[in-house]
């Protein structure tokens, strides 16, 4: 008895250790996802005049822009609302499939792998980017805020404890205060490992590569470089 015992809890310890450890898509996902979030952002922001990847800036810039009197972007009203009823369809869509945590996340990827490719679709069609507050450009920006949307509800749902893919303020908040933390040679003030701080890297070096990336291809495709956003989701489908 004495012999087995220490035998099954070795066993059980084994079995923590490895439940607690990240699998594949979870190390890689988030990263490349922050990709896919900064190029939908930066080509939305630049072509569109609106961020489609977080809506705190189109209350700023829809606020500021109501107290001087000035033409509001009426992407910009009406991309709170859409994010919302987005957010809540890729919930239903999840219920209806039946699946729970990981086993969402290839669907979800398809999803916005497709909202994605109907952007390019559209945008290569009516040319959004010649009228920014034209009605092709409004139609243009709502979906990819309802692309943006679905990524987050993908990482709530499927990996709640990620850290967020396009609100950078909390990454590097996080990135900050774990670095300090980790190199104080003090009792650390929270819980934090080199791993979450190194994670907090990776999204913020990818968001700022997809801005890059993405503010370059621009000059050269138009509204094509939506082609770059597309072409990831694909690579997130298929390696999932």
Not at 123 to 144: L, N, Q, R, Y
């Amino acid at each position: 008895m004495s012999t087995i015992e220490p035998t099954a809890i070795h066993a059980r310890s084994d079995a923590s250790h490895i439940a607690a450890m990240p699998s594949r898509s979870e190390r890689w996902l988030p990263t490349l996802l922050s990709v896919i979030a900064g190029m939908v952002d930066v080509i939305g922001f630049l072509t569109l005049g609106i961020f489609t990847a977080h809506v705190t800036g189109n209350i700023v810039v829809m606020g500021a822009l109501i107290v001087g009197h000035n033409r509001v972007n009426p992407a910009q009203i009406l991309a709170i609302p859409v994010f919302i009823l987005a957010v809540a369809a890729t919930w239903l869509i999840a219920k209806a499939s039946g699946r729970r945590g990981i086993g969402l996340m290839r669907p979800l990827l398809l999803i916005q792998f497709l909202l994605i490719t109907s952007l390019l679709v559209f945008s290569a069609i009516t040319k959004p980017s010649a009228d920014p507050h034209g009605p092709a450009a409004t139609m243009a920006a709502m979906i990819a805020v309802t692309a943006m949307a679905c990524q987050f509800a993908l990482l709530r749902l499927t990996l709640p404890v990620a850290p967020s893919t396009a609100v950078m303020t909390g990454n590097l908040t996080n990135a900050v205060l774990g670095l300090v933390d980790l190199n104080s040679g003090t009792q650390p003030l929270m819980e934090s490992d080199s791993r979450r701080v190194t994670g907090a890297l990776h999204l913020l070096v990818g968001f700022f590569v997809g801005c890059l990336v993405a503010t370059t291809a621009l000059m050269y495709l138009g509204d094509w470089s939506w082609s770059l956003p597309a072409a990831l989701a694909a690579v997130a489908v298929a390696l999932r």
